[in-house]
């Protein structure tokens, strides 16, 4: 019972337990899904036939989009994806992954099973060297 009430102990233990939870964060805040990196959506989009589903505005995506992805502003998803089938991999994208995010625990919630979002979004993509489209 020394240990705990000695101040260099307590002071010790309070920093390990902050500590842990800096770590645990991270993995808690992305509850709208599994991220994918661009490498990683490519990968699915190939091997999975994935859906990549842009919901950025549609002036945004006539500016530039990725080759393969379907334009559903995140307003109008559920109703707009009530045709696919719900076991089909979709990757959301959006500038930078947060509102995709939201948008993939809504998808979740209408009972699609394999929904990801692109980390970093847009932006990632294009950090990472691949290509656009431009309408």
Same mark, same amino acid.
């Given at each position: ?54 919901? $950025?505005? %549609?002036?945004?995506?006539? /500016?530039?989009?990725?080759? +393969?992805?379907?334009?559903? !502003? ?23 992954? $947060?509102? %995709?995010?939201?948008?993939? /625990?809504?998808?979740?919630? +209408?009972?699609?099973?394999? !929904? ?20």
């Amino acid at each position: 019972m020394d240990f705990l009430t000695n101040t260099n102990n307590l002071l010790i233990l309070v920093v390990a337990f902050i500590s842990g939870m800096m770590l645990l964060f991270p993995s808690l805040s992305k509850r709208g899904g599994q991220f994918l990196s661009p490498t990683q959506a490519t990968q699915k989009i190939n091997h999975q036939n994935a859906i990549l589903i842009d919901i $950025r505005t %549609a002036d945004s995506y006539k /500016t530039s989009h990725i080759a +393969q992805s379907r334009n559903i !502003v995140a307003s109008e998803l559920v109703n707009k994806t009530e045709k696919i089938a719900k076991d089909k991999p979709i990757i959301l994208v959006c500038d930078s992954g $947060r509102n %995709a995010s939201k948008e993939a /625990t809504t998808l979740r919630k +209408q009972g699609f099973s394999d !929904v990801s979002v692109l980390e970093g979004g847009l932006t990632a993509w294009v950090q990472a060297g691949l290509p656009l489209k431009k309408s």
